[in-house]
C-alpha cells in the first residue's frame, strides 16, 4: 500500500498561530456568546473536520485516496421527500376547511368518512399534498380563509344555518359579510338578543363553546316584575333546576331606579338557563340581553349589524387570554 501523504511544513505551526489568538482577536472574529458551543466549520486555517480513507476498488487497487467533506456541502434530498414540507395533516386540513375541530376530525376520519383522491382513508396521522382531492360523506372538502365576526343579534330570529320551520335565521343578517361559509359559535334563544359570533374555524368554535373553555357570559335581564333582595340574594347563592345546581359569579340590580333590571354573569352554557333560573324563584324574564361573551362585546354595533373581528381580537381568542 502507498503510504499517506505528510503533512505539509509550516501547517502546525500555522494551526498553532491560530490557537494563540488573543481574546480580543478571537472576540472580534464572530461575537460568539457565552456558554454557547464552538462552531465547527474547519475555518481559521484547521484541518477539514472528516477524513475518511477509501480504498481504492479499480486498476489502481491498493493505493488509497483521501475524501475530504467540505464545510457547508449539503446531501442532496431524496425524491420521496420532496412534498414533504408542503404536506398537512388530515386533520388539520378538514379543521382548516371549518368543518369541525381536529379532534372531531379524528373521529371521521376513524368512522372512514374521509377520503383522499378516492380512498377511504382510516389512519390518524395522515397526511395530504396541496391539490390532493379530499371528501366527506362524499362531498369534496375545500380549504378557505378564516373569518370571524361579531353580530349584535335582535329578536325574532333563530339561531341557525338552517331551519327546517322556515323562520328567520341569523343567517339573513350577515349574507353580505363575506363569500366564505360561516356559522354561529354557540347559540341564542330565538328572543334573546346581543354578542353572537360568527367563523368558519371549527378549531376556535369548539373552543368558545366547550364547557372545559369555562367562557363569561355577562346578561342584561329585565324581568316581569321587581325582583326583592331577599330573591336577588337566593339567586347569588344559586337555586337548584331540573338538571343540577346552578349558582351565577356576580349577579345585582342593573338600575338602582329600576328593580325590574338585574345583570347576571356566568359561566355555564346550558339551555335557557338565565330564563329557568329566574323561573325558580317565581320570575319571568320578559327581554335578556347579552352584552359580553369570551372577551366580546356589542359595543359601537347597531341591532341587527354585525362587523369583522380585528386581528389583535382573534389572536387573542386564539391565545384564550379572554375568559
Not at 24 to 37: C, I, K, P, V, W
Not at 257 to 269: A, C, D, I, M, Y
Amino acid at each position: 500500500m502507498g503510504k499517506a501523504e505528510a503533512p505539509k511544513k509550516g501547517s502546525r505551526s500555522g494551526s498553532s498561530s491560530s490557537r494563540n489568538k488573543t481574546g480580543s482577536e478571537r472576540a472580534g472574529q464572530g461575537g460568539r456568546r457565552a456558554g454557547t458551543r464552538p462552531s465547527l466549520t474547519g475555518d481559521g486555517g484547521s484541518k477539514p473536520l472528516e477524513e475518511r480513507r477509501i480504498r481504492s476498488q479499480g486498476p489502481g487497487k491498493g493505493k488509497s485516496s483521501l475524501k475530504t467533506s467540505r464545510p457547508g456541502t449539503k446531501k442532496p434530498r431524496r425524491p420521496s421527500d420532496k412534498n414533504t414540507s408542503e404536506q398537512i395533516r388530515l386533520n388539520k386540513y378538514i379543521a382548516a376547511a371549518g368543518i369541525c375541530s381536529r379532534r372531531e376530525a379524528d373521529e371521521l376520519i376513524s368512522a372512514g368518512l374521509i377520503t383522499v383522491n378516492g380512498k377511504s382513508v382510516t389512519i390518524l396521522g395522515s397526511k395530504v399534498n396541496p391539490g390532493d382531492e379530499v371528501k366527506y360523506n362524499g362531498e369534496r372538502i375545500r380549504t378557505e380563509r378564516k373569518v370571524y365576526l361579531v353580530l349584535n343579534k335582535p329578536k325574532d330570529y333563530v339561531t341557525t344555518t338552517d331551519d327546517p320551520k322556515e323562520r328567520r335565521t341569523v343567517m339573513l343578517l350577515i349574507s353580505d359579510a363575506c363569500s366564505e361559509r360561516v356559522y354561529p359559535v354557540g347559540r341564542l334563544d330565538r328572543n334573546t338578543t346581543g354578542v353572537l359570533l360568527f367563523t368558519n374555524d371549527g378549531e376556535l368554535a369548539k373552543k368558545m363553546t366547550h364547557p372545559s373553555s369555562n367562557k363569561k357570559k355577562i346578561y342584561h335581564v329585565f324581568l316581569n316584575k321587581a325582583i326583592s333582595a331577599n330573591d336577588l340574594k337566593k339567586l347569588a347563592d344559586g337555586v337548584t333546576l331540573e338538571d343540577g345546581f346552578i349558582q351565577p359569579d356576580a349577579v345585582s340590580y342593573a338600575s338602582s331606579e329600576n328593580k325590574r333590571e338585574v345583570g347576571l354573569e356566568l359561566h355555564s352554557g346550558k339551555n335557557r338557563i338565565v330564563r329557568r333560573m329566574f323561573e325558580a324563584l317565581g320570575y319571568r324574564v320578559d327581554k335578556l340581553d347579552r352584552v359580553y361573551f369570551g372577551g366580546l362585546t356589542k359595543k359601537n354595533l347597531s341591532r341587527g349589524k354585525w362587523r369583522l373581528l380585528t386581528e389583535k381580537e382573534v389572536n387573542m381568542l386564539k391565545m384564550n387570554a379572554y375568559e
